[in-house]
């Protein structure tokens, strides 16, 4: 598929999503890597456009140069985003129990600790970044380790053999330094690297991925 073509396919699907205004949103292509540029009224809006993208057979890579810009310029002030984002974290039941320290500066978000699982991590992201005022977020949030590591390979693979988004003939696990998941392999779209990213994520002791899977265009 050309850049031209690519490009239509990329304006096609994100018109075609209704969680976000595909309005001010533009697109370039160059040899398969994609620049958003524009804006969107929240920093929600600014990752489902990015997703969007990466679910278009083709596209190799993203760059999300959108801006937050939210309606009518209204801003929220970093103290009150601050405590929205700890009491918001407190009040889940997934994370509360987690130590979380929440940083804001000019409305980007910072989030560090620690967790026992990629979910919860995510999670911690989640609740914070539909915040009014958010433009940005940062996570920092780190994995404790665990010692259960042993047959941690065979787990993932029949994780991934599991995965309906996903061949997994054509995806290799190693395990590097005892937890790290080093992928390989090649996938037809972002969308199935990030499904492997989050089989592997599942699995008990992982606490870190190396994901050197290539996108192959059609």
Sequence with gaps: MNDRVLRQEVFDELEFDPSFNAEHIGV??????VTLSGHVESLDQKLAAIAAARRVRGVHAIAGEIEVRYPYQSKTADDQIAKQAM???KWNTT????PIDVLVEHGWITLSGTADWEFQRREAEDCVRKLSGVIGMTNKIQLKPRPDVEGIKGKIEAALKRHA??????IRVSIRDG?????????DTLAEKRA???AVWSAPGVANIEDEITVGGA
């Design 179 to 187: 937890n790290c998941v080093v992928l390989e392999g090649k996938v």
């Design 87 to 89: 009491d918001i974290l």
């Design 28 to 33: 370039a292509v160059e040899n398969g890597v």
């Design 196 to 198: 492997a990213e989050a």
């Design 95 to 98: 994370v509360s129990r987690f």
């Design 165 to 170: 988004e996903l061949e997994a003939r054509a």
